[in-house]
Structures are given as C-alpha cells and as structure tokens.
C-alpha cells in the first residue's frame, strides 16, 4: 500500500507538551507516511519549521489561524512571506474565517485577505479553516480566484454536499476527517461518497479531532467503505491528489 498523508495534523500543538514527534514511528508503521502541520500563532512558526527540519516526513503550513487574527501585522507579514520561500513549506495556514471564534470577522478578514495575497505571490496553495462564516468566506475565495490560481484544502469538512460541491468547482479540494467516524454523521459521508475522486484529501486534525495519528487509517478505512474502494486505493488516490496540490512536497 502506498503510504497515506495526513494533510493536517498539529504536531506541535501545545497540549502536547512536545511530544508530537513521539506518536510518529507508530503512524509510520501504521502506514501513514507523511504530515502536514499547520500553524496557528506566529510564535510558533519558528518551532514549526525547526520540527521540518528535524523531520524528513513532516511538512509545514504556516499561516495565522482566524482565532490568532489580531496578530496579524507588518512584521508577521514579512516573516510569513520569508517562511514561504522555504523548502519544506508546501502551504500557507490554516487561515479563513470564524464566526464562533477570535476577533471580529473584520479583523479575521483582514489577516485572511493579507495571507491569500502572500499565497498568491508564493505560488502556494492553502489550508483552509471556515465555521460560521462560510458564505463570506466563499465570496472572498471567489474574488481572489484562489482555487483556479492557487487551489487548496478545506479543511474538517462538515458541510453539505452542495457546498462541496461548489468548493470543488471553485478548485478546492476536501479535507475528510474523523467527524466522518461519527456515528450520526449524515452530510459527510454522503459527500464523501458523491464528490469527484480527485477533490479527497485525509486529515486528523490531532489532537482536537483525534488523540492518535492512527484515525487517519480509520477515516481511510471509512472512505473505502462508502465508496467500495480497497484500503490501497483509497491510499493511492488521496496521496496522488496530495501530491497533486502540495506540489513542494515532490
Ligand atoms: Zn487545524
């Protein structure tokens, strides 16, 4: 089986206290091969990229998560756009909008609207975080054109197929977690199952959606069920459409 990619996964988080690294060699023999770890505050973009570094399977998205918005400014700009020129830097993130969460959706707007301009001088695409602000965060996407110019992930999908539908339109790809284990879960799966092959992506979300590296053979397990495919097919698709979008990570 090919190794599976876990497009978003916070190895660095702080309520793992640094022990992130230490849940890699089992999710390796679990056949998860690599990581991609978001940023969520700029004072851990350093340590981020220290971890790429020390790691030859983990790759780094940086960006200011919406809830870290006020922290946007000059400086964090000029660091982000240096971060972005590095070589294990495959994306800008997580960044969007949070109407549950953080600043005023102005603000988050703002941080937002300054990173899609340094994705789109980078050339990179993005991780995507929206709640309770979807619509708006759509039309901002629209407006930039980021999904035909830069593509990217919505991440923790959770929404109705329609709205998969138009993201995958626009040029997005899904982010399929661990809510798709939910035993109520309905919207998921029945996206999972009718979206374009190419639009799946697999992603943990740990350690908020998940508290081990190995959900993502689980959340993979689920899609092979959903859509009759082999374990290795679904591995060998979602990590082609990995590939595929996170071109760095070649
Ligand atoms: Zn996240």
């Known amino acids: 089986m090919v190794p599976l990619i876990d497009t978003h996964i916070h190895l660095d988080a702080l309520e793992l206290a640094g022990t992130g690294v230490a849940l890699l060699p089992q999710a390796q ?6 990581f991609i770890v978001p940023g969520v505050r700029s004072s851990g973009w350093h340590g981020l990229l220290a971890l790429t570094r020390q790691q030859p399977e983990i790759f780094a998205a940086p960006g200011l998560h919406p809830a870290y918005a006020e922290q946007w400014s000059a400086k964090v700009a000029q660091q982000l756009q240096e971060f972005s020129r590095q070589p294990k830097v495959v994306a800008i993130g997580e960044i969007g909008l949070d109407g549950a969460a953080g600043p005023p959706l102005e603000q988050q707007e703002t941080a937002l609207r300054g990173q899609l301009q340094l994705a789109l001088e980078a050339g990179l695409p993005v991780l995507l975080h929206g709640r309770k602000a979807t619509g708006r965060l759509l039309d901002i996407l629209r407006e930039l054109e980021i999904g035909q110019q830069l593509g990217g992930v919505w991440h923790g999908f959770s929404g109705s197929l329609p709205v ?24 998921l799966p029945q996206a999972v199952i009718e979206l374009p092959a190419e639009a799946l992506l697999l992603e943990t979300d740990l ?25 290795a097919e679904v591995a060998r698709i979602t990590t082609e459409n990995a590939y595929r979008l996170f071109k760095k990570m070649n």
Do not use: Y
């Open 29 to 34: 023999q679990n056949g998860i091969g690599k």
């Open 164 to 187: 998969a539908e138009q993201l995958v339109l626009l040029g997005f790809h899904i982010g399929v977690g661990p809510i798709l284990l939910r035993k109520n879960a309905r919207k």
């Open 207 to 231: 350690p908020d959606m998940a508290e081990t590296p190995e959900t993502l053979v689980a959340v993979a397990q689920k899609v092979a069920e959903l859509r009759g495919w082999s374990l």
